[in-house]
């Protein structure tokens, strides 16, 4: 079963640094598309980057590419995945999610992020101007 748990958001300024990070364990390494989604109110969900970890290949989206940048690492059972977000702008402010599912980051798939099967609680980033 695999399990994700977020952390690390919270509240800044706009311009500021935050760092996601996303545990996950029960899962083996490769063949899994993991990474990052966020849904603010009155918006659907949305993806913000993701890895596929069978190649190492990365997506971002276009509102977050230049200012955030993952980052996945092993260690023993538990894979951490981390989202460095900077020059932060009131518009990224939402709930972010990781999730994962084994299976390739198409485009497709990261369009429809209820395909993916796993989960985490969510942390919350909240940007003022």
């Known amino acids: 079963q695999v399990h994700l748990v977020e952390s690390g958001g919270g509240s800044v300024q706009a311009g500021g640094s935050l760092r996601l990070s996303c545990a996950a364990s029960g899962y083996s390494y490769r063949g899994y598309c993991i990474g990052w989604f966020r849904q603010a109110p009155g918006n659907l969900r949305e993806v913000v980057a993701t890895i596929y970890t069978g190649d190492g290949s990365t997506y971002y989206s276009d509102s977050v590419k230049g200012r955030f940048t993952l980052s996945l690492s092993q260690d023993n059972a538990k894979t951490t995945l981390n989202l460095q977000m900077n020059s932060l702008k009131p518009e990224d402010t939402a709930m972010y999610y990781c999730?994962?599912?084994?299976?390739?980051?198409?485009?497709?798939?990261?369009?429809?992020?209820?395909?993916?099967?796993?989960w985490g609680q969510g942390t919350q980033v909240t940007v003022s101007s």
């Open positions: 999730a994962a599912e084994r299976r390739y980051c198409s485009a497709y798939f990261r369009a429809n992020p209820s395909d993916f099967g796993y």
